[in-house]
Each structure stands twice: as structure tokens, then as C-alpha cells.
């Protein structure tokens, strides 16, 4: 039981829809991210948030975007959905970014575009 | 740029054996954590293990252990008496000093334990 929190736990839409996806973290942990994992692959990461504010992004669109809020949660948006964005999405956190420091991850939400 | 290479797409182990997952990295900082966790089919991410760069004792935690070969860049779990409950996918990982990384994954090893 890491403590995160992810909703919802399952979501279809269709393709060009918006989704919102949450997680809630645990008191104190002020870096939040956000990874893809496609079938079959390990996850990719999204961006990272520190504080509310992002300070780091991987490969992913504009379209992708997101916010954290002082009371450690978050949200992932997904505007313009392709096929492609069907996927496991993972959140997790972590008292800092430095390397050492362990990401505890929620249990996911399973997105099918359609 | 960091990678992580999983070579083996899947490993079958005898319940109560010893089991290797291997695991390869790349990285051109000094400063770097390597990470292990477990996926049951359920999707959630369980940290096992964490092995610092500069660590000079192999990490353990209970029935995990890091085989950690700093020159080779190999970084190995060894899960000790394998257990049905230990099926999963296994995911190694890695964090470097350069600014402010995520985690970055291999593509992933399946343990079956077999009864």
C-alpha cells in the first residue's frame, strides 16, 4: 500500500474527446509524476511536477498536460485523444527529486480510445 | 542519455528456486540510482530494491537482492525461494543526476513460478 491514488480506475472515450485523469498523493510529497505504459512496454515518462510547478517533461505532445495542487494531488489532461493514447497511466511521488529518492506509484488508469 | 536493456522477455522459475532477472544500463553520470519493481497484472508499480551508485555493498531486502557489477553496468535482481505469488512482470529503472529525471524503464522481464 504505497498511499496514491489514481481516478478513475478505468475510462473509455473516443477519439478527439478530453480526459482528466487524478491522483492523489500522500502528505509531504511534493514532486509528482506521471508516466504512459502502452501494452506490452515499461512506462515512458510524461512530466514531473515539483511544488505545483512542472520542471521536467519527456516526449509527449503539448496535448498532454497537467496540474498539481497544494493539497498533494494532480491531474493529468489529455486533449485531442488518438488511438495511440489507449494505455495504462501511472502517477507517483515523491518526497523530492533528487536520484535516490523512491517514487511510490498509484495503481493506474486504464484508458481505451476508441 | 540513460537506458535500461531487460534481455529476457520472459523467465519460468521452480517454486522455491533461485531466480536472476538481468539488467543492463547506460548512463554517462557518475551519480545514479538503479531501481526494481514488480507489476502484477493488477498494473501497480511495487518497489523492491535500490542500489546508489555509490554503494559499495550489494542492497538486500528480504528475498531481494541486487547483483550490482558497477564496470559492467549490470545491475541484476536475484529473488531468493521463488513463491507463486512472486509471478509478475519485473521492471528495472534508473535515475540520473542530470537535472531532474524520471525514471526511466526497461521494456520488462515476466517471471512465471511454476508449482
Given amino acids: 500500500e504505497t498511499g496514491v491514488t489514481q481516478s478513475p480506475t478505468h475510462l473509455i472515450k473516443t477519439r478527439g474527446q478530453q480526459v482528466t485523469l487524478r491522483c492523489s498523493s500522500q502528505s509531504g510529497h511534493n514532486t509528482v509524476s506521471w508516466y504512459q505504459q502502452a501494452l506490452g512496454q515499461g512506462p515512458q515518462f510524461i512530466f514531473q511536477y515539483y511544488r505545483e510547478e512542472e520542471n521536467g517533461r519527456g516526449n509527449f505532445p503539448p496535448r498532454f498536460s497537467g496540474l498539481q495542487f497544494p493539497n498533494y494531488s494532480s491531474e493529468l489532461n489529455v486533449n485531442a485523444l488518438e488511438l495511440d493514447d489507449s494505455a495504462l497511466y501511472l502517477c507517483a511521488s515523491s518526497t523530492g527529486t533528487g536520484f535516490s529518492y523512491e517514487q511510490y506509484f498509484g495503481p493506474g488508469t486504464r484508458l481505451t480510445v476508441t | ?115
Fill in chain 2, 1 to 115: 542519455a540513460q537506458k535500461i536493456t531487460q534481455t529476457q522477455p520472459g523467465m519460468f522459475v521452480q517454486e522455491k528456486e533461485a531466480v536472476t532477472l538481468d539488467c543492463t544500463y547506460d548512463t554517462s553520470d557518475p551519480s545514479y540510482g538503479l531501481f526494481w519493481y514488480k507489476q502484477p497484472s493488477s498494473g501497480e508499480m511495487i518497489f523492491l530494491i535500490y542500489q546508489g551508485s555509490y554503494d559499495q555493498q550489494n542492497a538486500t531486502e528480504g528475498r531481494y537482492s541486487l547483483n550490482f557489477q558497477k564496470a559492467r553496468k549490470s545491475a541484476n535482481l536475484v529473488i531468493s525461494a521463488s513463491q507463486l505469488g512472486d509471478s509478475a512482470m519485473y521492471f528495472c529503472a534508473m535515475r540520473d543526476k542530470s537535472g531532474n529525471t524520471p525514471l526511466v524503464f526497461g521494456k520488462g522481464t515476466r517471471l512465471s513460478v511454476i508449482a
